[in-house]
């Protein structure tokens, strides 16, 4: 491809500074553009790597024995009628009306279409197991559109459903998708976890997903530094080591404490630290408020939290009047003593804390030197804490650190669900009608494509993984227009590596030396080779990989073959 005919760096969009590297960069290398809110065409550049990413997928899928299909976009309304999703999809589902006002949907997923496909097309026990899938395009109204094609409202996703006759069987078909994810990540050269996710209000009993590891990512995950243990922070138990407490020491003081509202501020003035600090929370119950004691410097997990026994679901605080009026006291120095007429659940290393300080139930005093057993009874205890960096890994090896990584994949045991709602059965061995096990596979094709920048950049630009690259070399000729010589071995060698079946980019405008250099460090090509005037008087060209601090002559006869060696490694 000749670079003369390219958009660089003319986008007109300039993301805010709060924006998230891939996108500035798939801005400037011109590999897409904004068409509206969270929709974006893909442009040559961008495209070609798109595709490469959605081949390597398409071949593991094969491989896997999958089947694809394609199904519409459009979606007619009475499918999610009758899977009741209709109902309980908020406004992330784009519903529309046709001519005849009929009801659709444009997809944001397709398990009522794919049910629909097995009820007609699956007879017997005989037909499984069977994966179908698709590379397709989803539209969810996202709430919040942002970075690009990291988050977008219409974005491409590989999606997969498998149809078994029972629990065994989709169990091997989903360890089947779990390698044949990891065998795909790897091949693009991403670095990745598979991480341990909620299975969420779906219910089902497994649920993975696949983690590009970047500073950016929107997702904490607790991985273990000892072993391949990684799990969503939601998820990750704390594992208090069993200790025995040490005996008190001081007497429980009341406190003035004026203004003071944060644990900083408490600790700053009692010179208490903070994980000696209790703090209070006070949540929506399902009865009556419930309140949960955590050590200052825990913070409270949400997903932990609300699968407790009158606990509301989703959680949230209570409010100052229903504070109030459950307990008689004003929210401000809540405290775990004295707190009559609710429950009190304590986090497993709160219960750990002596001489501790907390809130007195008394606007502007709190309460030091308490302990559990003398002051106030002992609690029930609970997990209610994010996990921090140091505490043990769950896997019985290692201790935790938290890493941030960007959603890429998401597989999925469904079970019944979909198939119970729709009818979809088969008939087993005995001639039975049984409804159809099912899993559901994901992967963010376009997403992915965001994500290997966000993993592979820096300050001057793009470094692609070479597998997905849109080009494998970059040609950068020197003054191009005016030497006869350069023009001339150029022209030839994008001719001789394109034959080869080496994919070539040839700089062939008529740009500074500084331009085309910075240029090609934006677009990310892994392997540059300059032609100048200087290098071919002694006969030689310029390669240079794009991690590399150094170049290397090369002599103009070797080129190919070095280029070859480069590309296999
Ligand atoms: P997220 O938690 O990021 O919103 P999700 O859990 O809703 O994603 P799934 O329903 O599991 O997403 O979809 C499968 C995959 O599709 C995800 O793992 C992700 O890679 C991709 N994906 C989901 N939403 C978007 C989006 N708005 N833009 C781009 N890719 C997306
Ligand atoms: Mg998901």
Redesign the pocket.
Known sequence: MLLSRYPINTSKETPSEAEIVSHQLMLRAGLIRRVAAGIYSWLPLGLRTLRKVETIVREEMDRAGALELLMPAIQPAELWQESGRWNVYGPELLRLTDRHERAFVVGP?HEEVVTDIARRELRSYRQLPVNFYQIQLKF?D?VR?RFG?????E?I?K?AYSFHLNESSLAEGYAAMRSAYARMFRRMGLEFRIVQADTGAIGGTASE?FQVLAESG?DAIAVSDADDYAANLELAPALTPPQLRPAPRETLERISTPGVRTIAEISALTGVPPERCLKTLIVAGTEAPVALVLRGDHELNATKAQKLPGVAQPLRMASAAEIQAATGTLPGSIGPRGLDGIAIWADQAAIGAVDFVCGANEVDWHLRGVNWGRDLPEPPAADLRNVIAGDPSPSGRGTLRIVRGI????IFQLGRKYSEALGATVLDESGAAVPLMMGCY???V??IVAAAIEQNHDERGIIWPDPIAPFHVVLVPLNLQKSARVREVADELYRQIGEAGIEVLYDDRDERPGVKFADAELLGIGHRIVISERGLASGTLEYRHRRAAESEQIRREDILDYLQKRLQR
Do not use: L
Request: hydrophobic share 30%; aromatic share 4%.
């Open positions: 997923t969810r996202e559109p094609v990291m988050r977008a409202r974005f996703m999606d997903e929107e959603e890429v994949g998401h994901g992967i963010g376009t997403r």
